[in-house]
Antibody, heavy 121, light 108 residues
Framework: EAQLVQSGAEVKKPGDSLKISCQAS????????IGWVRQMPGKGLEWMGI????????RYNPSFQGQVTFSVDKSINTAYLQWSGLRASDTGMYYC??????????????WGQGTMVIVSS | EVVLTQSPGTLSLSPGERATFSCRAS???????LAWFQHKTGQAPSLLIF???NRASGVADRFSGSGYGTDFSVTINRLEPEDFAVYYC?????????FGQGTKVEFK
């Protein structure tokens, strides 16, 4: 059974760096894109971008370009989302998700449980 | 960026009633790249419908999707208690992919 398991909740201060993880199991990790989706408190879903584990090709939503970085470690089937300087506005729930079909950027049918990130001084 | 506008923002209904909500895109979307998600509080979103009208694995047949071009909708026949949630439309045919702002189906 395909599954994505994310790292636990984080509480950070503005300016801190952070890297959260998303570990895949039950399918060929290198074959499917992995997307990241943000939900700010009380708000809707936002497509942040997507990374292809096979070659680390990444596509960023312009709204997030330069604010976050995607990476993967194929040896442990894990994708990462990182920030180098958090802001209070980065507070939210972050989901990793896998598209239903190989080669697609959406129609995510496998989701991680979410990682809550709180940025507060 | 394609803007997806969902309506209504909130639907107040009772179990057994029919729910219909819509999604209008600011540009034509290929049907293959239009999906819907169900999101319950405290859970990850789940894929409901893909390719406008195809139910995802395990989705009950009381859910149906339709639409073409810029106008899409979902109908839930005979609402069950577990159907009360937020529903998002999603397009991924034009970069960057985007979500609608959501329609909340709540208990009346």
């Amino acid at each position: 059974e395909a599954q994505l398991v994310q790292s636990g909740a984080e509480v950070k201060k503005p300016g801190d760096s952070l890297k959260i993880s998303c570990q895949a199991s039950g399918y060929s990790f290198s074959t499917y894109w992995i997307g990241w989706v943000r939900q700010m408190p009380g708000k809707g879903l936002e497509w942040m971008g997507i990374i292809y584990p096979g070659d680390s090709d990444s596509r960023y939503n312009p709204s997030f370009q330069g604010q976050v970085t995607f990476s993967v470690d194929k040896s442990i089937n894990t994708a990462y989302l990182q920030w180098s300087g958090l802001r209070a506005s980065d507070t939210g729930m972050y989901y990793c998700a896998r598209p239903k079909d190989v080669g697609q950027y959406g129609a995510f049918d496998i989701w991680g449980q979410g990682t809550m990130v709180i940025v507060s001084s | 960026e394609v803007v997806l506008t969902q309506s209504p923002g909130t639907l107040s209904l009772s179990p057994g009633e029919r729910a219909t909500f819509s999604c209008r895109a600011s540009q034509n979307i290929s049907s293959a790249y239009l999906a819907w998600f169900q999101h319950k509080t405290g859970q990850a979103p789940s894929l409901l419908i893909f390719g406008v009208s195809n139910r995802a694995s395990g989705v009950a047949d009381r859910f149906s999707g339709s639409g073409y071009g810029t106008d899409f909708s979902v109908t839930i026949n005979r609402l069950e208690p577990e159907d009360f949630a937020v529903y998002y439309c999603h397009q991924f045919g034009i970069s960057p992919p985007s979500f609608g702002q959501g329609t909340k189906v709540e208990f009346k």
